[in-house]
């Protein structure tokens, strides 16, 4: 005999179908912001004299305005510092933007320092090309969830 599901029963069903999903997304959004961090480290061509920008690149992930996940490197030694600005200034930074999303799932890289948008303008790769990493693999993840 086939017993129809309840209510509670379907709504269990689809919450645990969410929640699954969810998770999926996260953990494969937690792959996107470590290979930024990786990539934005070894590609950036820029004198690093204090250790400090390369140790302010960082992601967190916000879902429903709560951060889930929220990871700055260690810091780098520079020609001519030990980079231990750069960890805070991320952490302060994420935090900062973090407080502008307040629902779905956002991924959110920087690079912490300050004057880290001066170094782009004068055409030297912080973030940029991580940016095209990571587009490329949220491709491949929109894709997989068609």
Known sequence: MITKPTKEQIERIV???????????IT???EV????IVHARRSGKYNDITGNLR???????IHDGEIVDLIVVEPTTGTKGRGEDGDPN???LLKQIANEYSS??????VAGMSYAV????KEKDVLTSAEEVAREMLNDLKRDYK
């Not at 919450?15 to 997304?25: A, F, Q, S, T």
Request: charged share 25%.
């Open 90 to 92: 991320a952490e302060n």
């Open 104 to 109: 779905g799932i956002t991924l959110i890289v």
């Open 55 to 61: 140790s302010s690149i960082g992601y967190t992930i």
């Open 15 to 25: 919450m645990n179908e969410y929640k699954r999903n969810l998770d999926n997304i």
């Open 118 to 121: 001066y170094i782009e303008a």
């Open 28 to 30: 494969r959004l937690k």
């Open 33 to 36: 912001g470590e290979s930024c």
